[in-house]
Each structure stands twice: as structure tokens, then as C-alpha cells.
């Protein structure tokens, strides 16, 4: 069945050093989400890619999407400590069956 | 305001109990789903619907049911076939169109087997 895998589980960053989380799914995705979850909270979205080779900027974030729509990254410019928390991706093979990656847990040091 | 709730927001069973967790949107969604969290880990699909009275398993439905009579409830029971139910439940519904199909999520309902 389709699996979304994502790397790393957990990044330990500096606040102001850059972070990326990397997804890859095994079959071919209609379209991709991207979430983040704070500690003791619900997933809450933020962005989708539909588009072969999309990219899409939102203030420090940059969200990718692969050329084959197999692969997703998501880049935080200069971590900030409001950033801390879980960021999911999210595919769609077709359908509407999504499937949630792992997450990564990024914790900011100030 | 619109939204998802779940109920109830923590709940504790006994070994062998069935229980169920409830989900009610009034966002007009056609789509909603049920996850699963478990600590430290990513969301695994139980359930899922797009429409009244139809519904699909996801990747861990054994040992849940669920049920869609109305547009804006999806319950789930965890019945006690489920053999590690002690969990974090999240409820999540969204639009029926693949260019604009983000899931809103309720708060969920954190489960814990006695």
C-alpha cells in the first residue's frame, strides 16, 4: 500500500540556523500537505502542492514539490522558537485516502 | 463557529469495554477521517469517509468500527478486539476536491486502557 516516508524524526537546531524536513512516498501523489503540530495540540495545515516542480513561499517557509510528485521538502529559513514543534506531510495517491508521514520534531534552542 | 468536535476529550476504559469516541463537523464537508497518534509517532489512518453511508478502511482498522448516517457525524468504537487502543484520537474532515482538500483537525480524544 502507499507509504509517505519523512526525515529526519528529530532536528535540534540553533535559533537562526536553517532546518528541512524531507518526504518521499512510494507511489505517485495527487497532491501533498504540509502540517504542524505543536506539543499537545492537533495537526493544523499549512500549505498544499499540486503541481510537478511546484514551489510555494510562505514569510521563512519554503515548501517543494518533486518534479515525479513522489518527493516533498519543507525548508524554515533562520529557525525561530515559535517554530518549535511537529511538521507532517500528507499525500494523496488519488482519492481522498491521506496518508500522514512520521513527522519530524524540531526543537529550537534560543 | 465552524469547526470539529470531538467528545469526549479524555476518556478511561477497562480492558474489554467497547467505546465510543464522537466526531461532529459543521463545516458542510463530504470527506472526514479518523487517525490514530500514538506517542511520539505520525498519524496512521483508521478510517475514512467521502461521502453518507459510505466509508473506507485505512491502514489499522482492525479493531475499530465506525459509521456515517449523517454528513456531520463520524463516530468511532473501539471495540475490545482492538488489542492496543490506548491512544491519541484525531478527527479530521475536509472539502471533496483534490486542488483545495486541507483536513481540519478537532482538539481529540486521548484514550487510555486501564
Known amino acids: 500500500g502507499q507509504q509517505v516516508m519523512q526525515i529526519p524524526q528529530y532536528q535540534h537546531v540553533q535559533e537562526g540556523e536553517d532546518f528541512t524536513t524531507y518526504c518521499n512516498s512510494s507511489?505517485?501523489?495527487?497532491?501533498i500537505q504540509w502540517y504542524k503540530q505543536r506539543p499537545g495540540g492537533h495537526p493544523v495545515f499549512l500549505i498544499q502542492l499540486v503541481k510537478s516542480g511546484e514551489v510555494k513561499k510562505q514569510k521563512r517557509l519554503t515548501f517543494q514539490f518533486g518534479e515525479a510528485k513522489k518527493n516533498s521538502s519543507l525548508h524554515i529559513t533562520a529557525t525561530q522558537t515559535t517554530d518549535v514543534g511537529t511538521y507532517f506531510c500528507a499525500g494523496r495517491a488519488g482519492g481522498f485516502k491521506t496518508i500522514f508521514g512520521a513527522g519530524t520534531r524540531l526543537f529550537v534552542k534560543a | 463557529d465552524g469547526g470539529i468536535t470531538q467528545s469526549p476529550k479524555y476518556l478511561f476504559r477497562k480492558e474489554g469495554q467497547n467505546v465510543t469516541l464522537s466526531c461532529e463537523q459543521n463545516?458542510?464537508?463530504?470527506?472526514m477521517y479518523w487517525y490514530r497518534q500514538d506517542p511520539g509517532q505520525g498519524l496512521r489512518l483508521i478510517y475514512y469517509s467521502q461521502i453518507v453511508n459510505d466509508f473506507q478502511k485505512g491502514d489499522i482498522a482492525e479493531g475499530y468500527s465506525v459509521s456515517r448516517e449523517k454528513k456531520e457525524s463520524f463516530p468511532l468504537t473501539v471495540t475490545s478486539a482492538q488489542k492496543n487502543p490506548t491512544a491519541f484520537y484525531l478527527c479530521?474532515?475536509?472539502?471533496?476536491?483534490?486542488?483545495?482538500?486541507?483536513?481540519?483537525f478537532g482538539e481529540g480524544s486521548r484514550l487510555t486502557v486501564l
Open positions: 507511489t505517485t501523489l495527487s497532491n
Open positions: 463545516l458542510n464537508h463530504d470527506a
Open positions: 479530521a474532515s475536509s472539502i471533496t476536491s483534490v486542488a483545495a482538500g486541507e483536513l481540519f
